[in-house]
């Protein structure tokens, strides 16, 4: 008789632990969750004043961006004359016949070297420089992709 009333107790607690039956809900705990969502919509940037002055930032941006990096492009450039004018003054120093010669060769030689570590210190800024733009300038995402992250030509 005792096991008789334990197995009845345990199935009193399965049956109110799912939920006592075949019994529907009234309503479902998310109305929503068949219906399908539309996507949000995209602001238009004719009727919108902020879109306006978001596009205005955007092509500062671009427009810094591409200045920072012609700046680079033209750094590398003077850093690319100044390594060979490096290697010419190294081998007049390797070359020189006499003391005076080798005194003087060296003198150009560590100003040379100076210069180029200056270049290098401003290279790296414009590095840093231009980075940071190229940051601030953005992503575009197409309305398409923003509807639909998986569709061809979305990463």
Known sequence: ?????????????????????????AEPADPVANETKAPAPVPDPTTDPGAAKAQADADRATANADEARKKVEALQGEMTALDATVNIAVDAVANAQNQAD???????LDKLRKQKAELEGRLAQAKADSAK???????????????????KGCE
């Open 1 to 25: 008789m005792l096991t008789r009333m334990k197995s009845l107790a345990w199935m009193l607690v399965v049956l109110c632990a799912c939920g006592g039956g075949n019994k529907q809900a």
């Open 102 to 108: 080798r005194d003087a060769a060296k003198a150009k």
């Open 133 to 151: 733009a190229e940051r601030a300038k953005g992503v575009k995402v197409s309305p398409t992709c923003m509807n639909n992250p998986l569709a």
